[in-house]
């Protein structure tokens, strides 16, 4: 069978676009990735938040100055101590150790030759609301320059014997920051932790007073752990 030239033609018109297309589509490049590009057209990193929820408590540009804000320590010299969770003594001689526990801390902290004067807060400052703007309101009118908000926590182990003398093992956990009260900003943030294992003695006047001498050795050896990461971080700031 023969065609005609003029439908062999056409036929040849009709194939060679599809094969073409096909082509096309086999050599087509694969699209872009799919990014953000906010702010700076030029620049490809993403400067500002994609919900804008988020500032109704900071706007874009206060979280750039807050991200860029360098913060020096040079004229920084008073330093003032706030404890946020305060226990209630029982015993006289467990009372006594917690007062040591914050004089070793205040010792500690004075190996920082930049600090010069180191105070606890007074109670009659302590704001009811312990967030971070009335914390720092305190500080600042006890005339402070930072501010070191600690926390402590404890966790003890108890093991009664049937013979022979019953064993405590505490584990004490201290969390600070240190606040720039003129910036508002939180410069430095450590954490240490302590154990000690105590068995009843003569002189105790039941197991729970065993229990509560550990845990508040515990936590005076944390808190001495603390300051020492704070003097580290503050005499090296002064380089």
Not at 153 to 170: K, N, S
Not at 193 to 204: C, M, Q, T
Not at 213 to 225: F, M, P, Y
């Amino acid at each position: 069978m023969t065609l005609r030239p003029s439908l062999a033609l056409g036929l040849v018109l009709w194939v060679f676009p599809s094969l073409c297309g096909c082509a096309k589509k086999r050599m087509a490049p694969a699209p872009p990735p799919f990014s953000y590009q906010l702010g700076d057209a030029r620049s490809d990193r993403l400067e500002e938040s994609l919900f804008k929820g988020d500032q109704a408590l900071l706007s874009n540009q206060d979280i750039d100055r807050i991200l860029t804000a360098r913060v020096t320590l040079a004229d920084r010299h008073r330093l003032a101590l706030l404890r946020l969770n305060y226990r209630n003594f029982w015993d006289s001689e467990i009372a006594e150790l917690e007062v040591e526990n914050s004089e070793h801390l205040r010792q500690a902290l004075r190996t920082a030759s930049q600090l010069t004067q180191i105070q606890f807060v007074p109670a009659l400052l302590v704001p009811e609301k312990r967030t971070i703007p009335y914390l720092r309101e305190a500080a600042a009118r006890f005339q402070s320059d930072l501010l070191l908000v600690y926390e402590t926590r404890v966790r003890t182990f108890q093991h009664t014997r049937l013979i022979g003398t019953d064993e405590v093992q505490a584990e004490a956990l201290v969390e600070g920051v240190l606040l720039d009260v003129r910036s508002g900003i939180v410069i430095h943030a450590s954490q240490a932790a302590e154990g000690i294992s105590a068995k009843k003695v003569a002189g105790d006047l039941n197991f729970a007073q065993t229990v509560a001498k550990a845990e508040v050795q515990a936590t005076g050896r944390a808190l001495v752990k603390l300051a020492d990461d704070v003097v580290t971080f503050v005499n090296a700031s002064e380089q």
